[in-house]
């Protein structure tokens, strides 16, 4: 009797510690998901930097995420998480052979350690932040206020020798807030940064290119950290063109959502004009936009004013990354996302934790880069590819999957490296048309649908809660 009684007690601790656990994992989930934020400063990619032996599929449980459900072919792709393919690309990229313009520098300059570093990028930028003092500049000048007109430069940002694919090296901070100084050998250091008229800046991108990359950052990012961003890009994706950026006036917290959200609104002003600049008076081949997150809106904002002032921009590609925007305002505005660009692609995913927390601020069903349980917002004519097999980490925020995985980093530099457009299947070998049937892709991890269910068991909760106060 004795006996029973000590196992029906040890049983009764198992179940109320596993209960406790449950509980725990689901305050833990809820709390990334209020906090999550970044856009900059990502952690390493999850990928191995080396091909490793394929693996046999894990078998899962009856939970099955619909991808394909109701998809016409060709135009929605998946990453696969076991491959045995080595990229055609080195794992290390090379710095742009472009030279910076012919000017003598006035700006912020400091002599690189060349025996520490991989590479330098040489990235043009506008900006339409506030940008104080004279003809010389510092970064301390350029704040997160909002300009009514663009400021033209050009940043050189040095590549560290310890640089690691997919990865932003910086200095860290320590527990008690003492930041790590800057080294050349260890960090992204920007080693040039000068400031040039419109004219000049017009000069500049006037000497002929092959190609242009014209890099738009998203939430949370100070105007360094959009140009380190910018030149890993490049430099891990091995391209060989022009590298631009576009730094609209975002806070650079995480705390600073809303304000940033306002600037996003702000800024297509200046991005537009960029654009018509760059039309006009850059002599390449090929132009590609790429936008990251909040910057989809920015780019939306500026494609919408080409569309009412029927101004061709000659985007040949255009790449979306997560982008933080609205699912039916990305449907009203297709047919003009298709009309600016020669070829459209979105990457999104079903375990990026910030647009999850993005969705649920603003009350939204669902994000255009956001893959929920009924999968993706699809629109004929633009390839989307599910990339939440190769950002999958627990309790990472997973929003830059597209600079931080091997895998999404090949192909986008496919993408911008090639001189015409191939289809997902026919650059990637990573990739698998989505069938038909509702089966779920090999590797994808539907954090979604635990997500879902904590916060339905969190709201039924709460609603019992009420209606046993209105009882009473």
């Known amino acids: 009797m004795v006996m029973l009684a000590s ?14 656990c449950r509980r725990l994992r689901t305050v833990l989930i809820v709390l990334f998901c209020a906090l999550a934020t970044g856009c900059a400063h990502q952690g390493p990619a999850s990928q191995p930097l080396k091909p490793h032996v394929q693996k046999a599929p894990k078998k899962h449980g009856n939970a099955l995420t619909r991808y394909g459900y109701r998809y016409g072919p060709g135009y929605y792709h998946h ?126 991108i006037a000497n002929p290119a ?39 006036p975002s806070k650079g917290g995480w705390k600073d959502y809303d304000y940033d959200r306002e600037s996003a609104l702000f800024a297509p002003d200046g991005l537009f004009d960029l654009l018509q600049l760059i039309k006009k008076e850059g002599k390449v081949s090929r132009i590609i936009v790429i936008a ?52 459209v692609t979105l990457y999104a995913s079903s375990t990026d934790l910030a647009l999850l927390a993005s969705m649920k601020k603003a009350q939204s069903k669902s994000r255009m880069g956001f893959v929920t349980q009924s999968g993706p917002t699809l629109v004929p004519g633009i390839e989307t590819i599910d990339v939440s097999a190769v950002g999958s980490e627990m309790f990472a925020l997973n929003h830059s999957t597209y600079s931080t995985s091997r895998a999404v980093l090949d192909d986008i530099g496919r993408i911008i490296s090639s001189s015409a457009h191939l289809k997902p299947l026919q650059r990637t070998p990573l990739y698998a048309r989505c069938p038909t049937r509702p089966i779920r892709p090999t590797g994808c991890i539907p954090i979604k649908t635990w997500l879902a269910g904590a916060f339905a068991a969190a709201e039924k909760k709460t609603a019992g809660v009420r209606a046993s106060s209105t009882k009473d």
């Open 7 to 20: 196992q029906n007690w040890a049983s009764n601790r198992l179940q109320r510690i596993g209960e406790a």
């Open 79 to 204: 990453v696969r998480r076991y491959h045995v393919d080595r990229p055609w690309r080195p794992t290390t990229g090379e710095a742009s052979e472009e030279a910076p313009p012919n000017k003598s520098t006035t700006g912020a300059e400091v002599v690189a350690n060349k025996s520490a570093i991989k590479g330098l990028v040489p990235v043009y930028f506008a900006t339409n932040r506030v940008v104080t003092g004279g003809p010389g500049l510092e970064l301390s000048q350029i704040s997160y206020g909002r300009a009514a007109s663009n400021t033209f430069g050009y940043v050189t940002v040095s590549i560290p020798i310890v640089h690691k694919m997919g990865e932003v090296e910086i200095p860290g901070t320590s527990w008690w807030g003492t930041k790590e100084a800057e080294q050349d050998g260890k960090h992204f250091r920007i080693q040039k940064l000068n400031r040039l008229s419109r004219e000049e800046f017009a000069a500049a």
């Open 210 to 248: 092959d190609s242009l990359m014209l890099f738009v950052h998203g939430y949370n990012v100070a105007f360094n950290d959009a140009a380190f961003k910018a030149a890993q890009i490049a430099f891990d994706a091995n391209y060989k063109g022009r590298v631009m950026m576009y730094s609209w």
């Open 292 to 343: 990251h997150s909040l910057g989809s809106e920015v780019v939306l904002g500026a494609l919408q004013q080409a569309a009412l002032s029927q101004t061709t921009l000659g985007i040949t590609e255009l790449i979306f990354a997560a982008p933080d925007v609205d699912r039916d305002v990305y449907l009203q505005r297709a047919n003009q996302i298709k009309a600016a660009a020669g070829a």
